[in-house]
T-cell receptor, first 115, second 107 residues
């Protein structure tokens, strides 16, 4: 069983479209995250949710809206897609966000290509 | 905005120990050091973490200096499958990844 699963794995779309990426974890973790890895391979945190509550929002454009219907799911909706949104998006979860127990488990990534 | 400094790349011979250094001179007393790696384009994988004592698990050992200003990740017997980018992270509010060290294990 995959611990952190993201869908879709690949997403190719046109500029201006709206798209969603789904993430589910079956580890019973309290905290979930979205990270973005750009073409230069820098991995940057975007959002963090703890028990469905938004904890971290890292200066991400309003076009990105995370939604956590329950603590096992954290979806990412992106409005009005731009060329610069092309990247690999990783979902992750951790048992908690307390320093000694924040071991992140990552999904396999969603490669988004905006044409 | 990472609090760590790592060499951009290193090579290691297969079967030998890989020692990956990390400087974190501004670390605070309650901040943990974490190590992750990313193999090719897969999601990053947790390796090990520690506060001030040395740690060992099935993947690696973590040696933290007494003043906590630097640490070394040790892969005792590197294999070709250990070729990856290794990230040393001092967790401040969240897990923020720097540029890491690209380790290449050579036959």
């Amino acid at each position: 069983d995959t611990a952190v699963s993201q869908t879709p794995k690949y997403l190719v779309t046109q500029m201006g479209n709206d798209k969603s990426i789904k993430c589910e974890q079956n580890l019973g973790h309290d905290t979930m995250y979205w990270y973005k890895q750009d073409s230069k391979k820098f991995l940057k945190i975007m959002f963090s949710y703890n028990n469905k509550e938004l904890i971290i929002n890292e200066t991400v454009p309003n076009r990105f809206s995370p939604k956590s219907p329950d603590k096992a799911h954290l979806n990412l909706h992106i409005n009005s897609l731009e060329l610069g949104d092309s990247a690999v998006y990783f979902c992750a979860s951790s048992p908690s966000r307390v320093g000694h127990n924040e071991k992140l488990f990552f999904g396999s990534g969603t490669q988004l290509s905006v044409l | 905005d990472a609090k760590t400094t790592q060499p951009p790349s290193m090579d290691c011979a297969e079967g030998r120990a890989a020692n990956l250094p990390c400087n974190h001179s501004t670390i605070s007393g309650n901040e943990y050091v974490y190590w992750y790696r990313q193999i090719h384009s897969q999601g990053p994988q947790y390796i090990i973490h520690g506060l001030k004592n040395n740690e060992t698990n099935e993947m690696a050992s973590l040696i933290i200096t007494e003043d906590r200003k630097s640490s070394t990740l040790i892969l005792p017997h590197a294999t070709l499958r250990d070729t990856a980018v290794y990230y040393c992270i001092v967790r401040v509010e969240a897990m923020r990844f720097g540029a890491g060290t690209r380790l290449t294990v050579k036959p």
